[in-house]
């Protein structure tokens, strides 16, 4: 498996790119370019000779106007130059770059730098980069007017400037020898920074030493204002120009749309734009070929094609259905004629400022989705109503219960397009799994689960036993990479994608110490997040239940808050023994689905061969228990006298004192409960007990109580949690209500509150 991994791809390359076998893996530093090319850099390949003059410098001519985005013309250029550093166009990129120097004992760059900044750089709040020359490169936005070029002004020496014109080697470049430009881990993520936007500016001492600023560089408001008015009728007059100026910005934007945004972004822009071509400041041809394009840009089309052209008309009609409405006057104040009225200059000034005001507020609405925009679309599914195609789905339960044997199932299910759990897999995936624990075992487990759900044929699935620890941001990029490797074989190999990953498990896969620490917790729930955004996938962590199984995902709560789904494996464990009875699956949560629906399987043991000492060895498969309502049905019909008048208690209470509450949180289920001392009493006072004295009664009811709880409990009829210092008592069927209620044989019929 490690031969496949040593070179991989982090971007989903179409069936025609991966079909040809004579074109090579992609380097360590052409997988780099990509990704960044990805997040908004544009890049070219330069020289790696360290030593000589020619290092550093472009392998392509022209490099200013050949710097790309282009992930197929990048990968070209990797597969010619495998070894080459990545260079960013800093002037494409709307970047600044402070390159500070150690290049000679004299002049030391970095030093100068904290002169001016202060010792501690990190305060300054960008991206920091250490260069192969033990030197610091700086990284801020490059402002939209008054760009900044490669001039130094009055910086100290040693300090270079890299804007519009320039170009430095990105991060995660590296040289045969294995130095390298690496991001300081205690700095903001530069790709992360370029993607949302959140790049700093330049401080004010450094934006004073390089330009020496004085005031009469300083324009007025009104003269950025006309500047404004200028761009839009450069091209043209009116309304088109205002229209041709919103498609280049919207075409931008979904041009550096990060991965997990780019279609609902495609949708936005069309949808904005479609308003345009209802008043035919735009044609639909044009608007459809920028959108094509932006898309290309960004890799959308390469991943999903058909579902590209389906948003964009989707998003087209819906916006020519909403024409854009009349621009007001957009003429500067010294254009309007001296002929007006005292009345009417006030009144077109008025206008003019809300047209101001308009223009200030279009751009700060940027980013918000408001009602109406985006038509309801339901969110895609692996599984259907249980497993999403891109999120975090948490596999939880108590130890023994069998939560790998499940997650092997979803495996076998999604590789081979089966049905899971009776549900419909929608799409057929590859699935790999992270297994920091029990690796030892997978092969033999997928073996019995392959041959039992997929007649035996290999299947697109593969697993990493020496799992780093993923709380290192640098070890979730480079797993982005291998995983990218993988996405390639199974498509060469399968014709599928890679759909999903499991860490089996959580905690061993990001090595946490402290389960209960939310501020960890919410960090891990990030790198998930960022691993199923980039990657396209639903990203499965096994984790433990608590002690007891009412308290859900063992620790934090950030766990169930960050989740889109918890599928919870319950049992009945036998604490002494270990042994497990009544195992099932339940749907804890769902953002799209409705929660609590349930069901039951065991396991059961397939002999794979022999050990040396000759003993029969072998793997449990998950076999569903048929017939589940009707083995239900049996056992209420076995329910002992204390069991219905248990239930019978319980149901008249929640007609008269029970109260909605959420016992897992806010995004958790809400119940109809009550206190459990309440439900003894009820039950104490409408089942009268035997015995000599008033010790005895009290004990003999002590008991009938615990038996019919337990029975209750036993059954799943009940669910009981301890909130604060009581415990809470609710039914489990949908209803809430008695279970028992219409069968005449328990007893309840009839029954006021059930």
């Excluded at 345009?276 to 959308?300: H, I, M, P, T, Y």
């Amino acid at each position: 498996m490690s031969d496949h991994l040593s070179h991989s791809n982090a971007v989903i390359l179409n069936d025609d790119q991966i079909s040809s076998q004579k074109s090579p893996p992609l380097s360590p530093n052409g997988l780099v370019a990509l990704d960044l090319a990805q997040h908004g850099f544009y890049v070219f390949p330069c020289q790696s000779k360290l030593g000589c003059e020619s290092d550093k410098t472009p392998l392509i001519p022209s490099w200013r106007e050949s710097s790309t985005c282009d992930p197929e013309l990048i990968s070209q250029w990797w597969r010619r130059h495998p070894h080459a550093l990545i260079a960013i166009d800093c002037g494409k990129s709307d970047i600044i770059v402070i390159d500070a120097d150690r290049h000679s004992e004299e002049v030391d760059g970095v030093a100068n730098l904290q002169a001016i900044l202060g010792s501690d750089l990190a305060i300054v709040g960008c991206p920091i980069v250490e260069t192969a020359g033990n030197g610091l490169h700086l990284y801020f936005a490059q402002p939209h007017q008054d760009r900044f070029r490669n001039s130094r002004g009055a910086l100290p020496p040693g300090i270079d400037v890299r804007g519009d014109g320039g170009y430095v080697i990105a991060p995660g470049s590296a040289r045969l020898l294995g130095t390298g430009w690496v991001q300081r881990i205690s700095s903001p993520d530069l790709l992360e920074a370029k993607a949302a936007s959140t790049l700093p500016q330049l401080p004010e001492k450094l934006f004073r030493l390089i330009r020496k600023l004085n005031t009469s560089t300083i324009r007025s408001p009104e003269a950025v204002r006309v500047e404004k008015f200028n761009q839009f009728t450069s091209s043209g007059t009116g309304s088109r120009a205002y229209a041709l100026v919103a498609l280049k910005e919207e075409t931008n934007r979904l041009t550096n749309a990060s991965r997990g945004t780019r279609n609902i972004t495609l949708n936005s822009v069309a949808f904005r734009l479609g308003s345009f071509v209802a008043r035919d400041w735009l044609s639909r041809v044009e608007v459809e070929s920028a959108l094509k394009q932006a898309c290309l840009l960004n890799g959308l089309s390469k991943e999903s094609p058909t579902e590209v052209q389906q948003t964009i008309s989707s998003g087209l009609s819906a916006g020519i259905n909403k024409p854009h409405s009349d621009l007001l006057s957009l003429k500067p104040i010294e254009q309007r004629s001296s002929s007006i009225s005292t009345d009417q200059e006030d009144t077109t000034k008025n206008l003019g400022d809300h047209t101001k005001h308009s223009t200030a507020n279009e751009g700060l609405l940027k980013g918000f989705i408001f009602d109406g925009d985006i038509p309801p679309k339901a969110p895609p599914q692996l599984v259907q109503k249980l497993i999403p195609q891109q999120g975090i789905c948490f596999i939880g339960g108590q130890s023994g219960a069998g939560k790998t044997f499940v997650a092997i199932d979803l495996a076998v299910s999604l590789a081979s397009g089966t049905s899971f759990f009776s549900h419909q897999t929608l799409e057929r995936v590859g699935v790999v799994f992270l297994a920091a624990e029990g690796a030892h075992t997978l092969a033999s487990r997928i073996q019995v689960a392959r041959e039992q759900k997929a007649s035996g044929n290999l299947l697109p699935i593969a697993w990493q036993a020496d799992v780093p620890n993923l709380a290192d941001n640098r070890r979730i990029r480079d797993l982005v990479a291998r995983l990218g490797a993988v996405d390639t074989k199974f498509r060469k190999d399968h014709g599928v994608r890679l759909g999903a990953v499991i860490c089996d498990t959580l905690a061993a896969c990001f090595a946490i110490e402290d389960e209960n620490d939310n501020s960890k917790a919410t960090a891990v729930i990030r790198y998930l997040k960022e691993l199923s955004d980039r990657l396209n996938i639903v990203v499965i962590p096994i984790h433990h239940y608590g002690k007891s199984a009412e308290t859900g995902l063992r620790g934090a709560s950030a766990w169930r808050a960050g989740s889109d789904v918890v599928l919870s494996v319950l049992a009945d464990r036998d604490q002494v023994t270990g042994k497990c009875n009544n195992r099932r699956l339940t749907l804890a949560k769902s953002r799209s689905e409705s929660e609590g629906w349930q069901a039951r399987f065991k396991l059961s043991f397939v002999p794979t061969g022999n050990n040396e000492d000759d003993e029969e060895t072998g793997a449990c498969y998950v076999e569903l228990c048929s017939n589940d309502n009707a083995d239900q049905q049996e056992k209420h019909k076995k329910l002992s006298n204390d069991t219905k008048a248990y239930c019978q208690a319980l149901g008249v209470l929640l007609g008269d004192k029970g109260e909605k509450i959420r016992p897992y949180g806010s995004e958790g289920p809400e119940v109809i409960a009550v206190n459990r001392e309440e439900i003894r009493q009820e039950f104490y006072r409408a089942r009268p007990a035997d015995g000599d004295d008033k010790k005895k009664i009290n004990e003999a009811r002590r008991k009938a109580f615990k038996r019919g709880e337990d029975q209750a409990r036993s059954y799943h009829l009940i669910k009981t949690y301890q909130l604060g210092d009581q415990h809470r008592v609710w039914f489990l069927n949908d209803e809430g209500a008695n279970p028992l209620m219409a069968r005449p044989d328990c007893g309840t019929g009839g029954t006021q509150g059930l």
